[in-house]
């Protein structure tokens, strides 16, 4: 634009039909980012005024305040305030992604990060329409390359430093004392899946529910004394102990992370069961000839998310390679797509790009048809179970761990980065945006957790007769 500020008036140049400005006059031509800024505000609000139906929204940035929705008893209210422009590009390139980059690197504030999760999740059919063009090709991309080399041999164990081979003090700040990152099970003894909500948490809840689920899916997988367990996805050695020490097995556990392995195989000399359980540092496709038809129950929980569509196959028949042809159970749990929303190609989001890269959720659906196709149709489908409704308490007592042990002075000696107050507040911002994110998923369907039991096809029932 032009700055005539000093208002000078323009002079002629000794050459004939030229102009030459005086030298108090100057051209200001826009900045391309503010262009860019400006477009991208303007594009997502005009996406928020059609999107959001469901709900009411206030944005607030240095430009104004804008509602959107209508407010009405018992509806969803959010704030949002926009700290930083950026805010504006992150969410025209990248939608919930580019919401939850925002979030960690302080460019807007909101009220409750619930709040936004579930109105986002109720209103998703018109936020599509954020989508451009750039992020669908991306998207594209991500889904394909996590499809077919997300999960090789070679990526699977950098997905593990990435996901698992971290503090194991951040982990003990946050879990419980088995250390099982997985679904608890509520029952009325914790006031069921809401009880935090209506009496709030009692300490030793998450304990008992976390005891509950493991001994819960050993009493699925039908295991008694002297029976040999086969697990892949060890964690910390929370279901091999307590498979060992409660019901009398033998275990064998695989891990790709060392971090993992290292405190699962303290965890196990503790206990004194080091003659009963083996930690391998191992690829669950590299189980050696010695498993074939050992193993009187195969379990594994929540592990298959790392597996990826295409492996689903190699998978089940490599554990009906490990176990027995008769009276043997297995048992899996994961996180889960409804059957409407699984693809094998699952673009990159929060949580395949900063928790765990190249994840890939199944549906309950595809698991089973590959149980069948890769065991050759030697599994019987027992029992289907959906625990998705136990997730968010789990998730908010993590939550709350997490906010009351984490310090910046005792994280640092794992993360020297962390020293600067900013990064450390962009590090607590990813956690409480992972248990937020997670848990509006489950509650609102988005996301399921399934438990399924498979038996050998000759095997009998409880006796019935």
């Given at each position: ?21 005086s ?31 469901r709900?009411?929204?206030?944005v ?21 305030k ?10 025209l ?6 919401f ?24 998703e ?8 063009a ?33 503090s ?40 008992a ?15 008694k ?11 910390w ?5 307590e ?7 033998q275990?064998d ?15 196990v ?7 009963v ?28 998310e ?11 028949r ?7 042809s ?24 929060f949580?395949?790009r900063?928790m ?58 794992d993360?020297p ?18 248990f937020?994110?997670?848990?509006a998923?489950?509650a ?14 000759n ?7």
């Open positions: 634009m032009l700055n005539t500020a000093t208002s000078s008036a323009l002079t002629f140049s000794s050459t004939p039909n030229f102009y030459r400005p030298s108090s006059l100057s051209i200001v031509l826009p900045n391309p980012r503010t262009i860019l800024s400006s477009y991208a505000r303007s594009s997502v609000l005009a996406v928020m005024e059609k999107a959001i139906t709900g009411h929204l206030t607030a940035d240095s430009e104004g305040v804008h509602h959107f929705g209508t407010r009405s008893k018992g509806s969803n209210d959010v704030y949002l926009v700290v930083n422009s950026d805010f504006w590009m992150r969410i390139l990248s939608q919930d992604l580019g939850s980059e925002a979030y960690m690197m302080g460019d807007v504030e909101v009220d409750s990060l619930k709040a936004v999760m579930d109105l986002w999740l109720d209103n059919s018109g936020m599509d329409n954020l989508s451009s750039i992020s669908r090709i991306t998207s594209a991309i991500s889904g394909v390359s996590n499809a077919f080399l997300g999960q090789t041999r070679s990526k699977a164990r950098l997905n593990a430093i990435a996901s698992y081979d971290q194991n003090e951040l982990f003990k700040a946050f879990l419980s004392q088995e250390m099982m990152y997985s679904c608890a099970l509520w029952s009325e003894a914790e006031g069921g899946v809401r009880g935090d909500l209506v009496s709030g948490p009692t300490p030793g809840d998450l304990e529910a976390q005891l509950r689920k493991i001994r819960y899916v050993l009493t699925a997988a039908k295991v004394p002297g029976d040999r367990i086969l697990e892949f996805g060890s964690g050695g929370g279901m091999a102990i498979a060992a020490r409660t019901f009398g097995c275990v556990t695989l891990t790709l992370s060392k971090e993992q392995k290292a405190l699962a195989e303290e965890r000399k503790a206990a004194g069961l080091q003659d359980i083996r930690v391998h540092l191992m690829d669950y496709r590299e189980i050696p000839p010695s498993f074939e038809k050992a193993f009187d129950a195969f379990i594994s929980i929540e592990m298959l790392h597996v990826g569509s295409k492996h689903y196959h190699d998978y089940f490599l554990v009906d390679f490990a176990l027995k008769r009276n043997a159970t297995a048992v899996v749990t994961s996180s889960t797509f409804p059957e409407s929303r699984y693809s094998g190609y699952q673009p990159e989001d949580m395949r900063y765990w890269p190249n994840s890939c959720l199944p549906s309950a659906t595809a698991l089973i048809t590959a149980a069948n196709t890769g065991s050759e149709a030697r599994f019987t489908l027992e029992g289907v179970e959906n625990h998705a409704a136990h997730y968010p308490r789990t998730l908010r007592e993590w939550g709350r761990r997490l906010d009351a042990n984490v310090r910046q002075d005792l994280i640092v000696k993360y980065s962390l020293k600067d107050k900013a990064e450390f507040d962009a590090f607590r911002r990813k956690w409480q945006y992972l937020a994110y997670a848990g998923g489950f609102k369907g988005y996301i399921t957790c399934h438990m399924l039991t498979f038996t050998r096809p095997d009998c029932p409880v006796s019935c007769d």
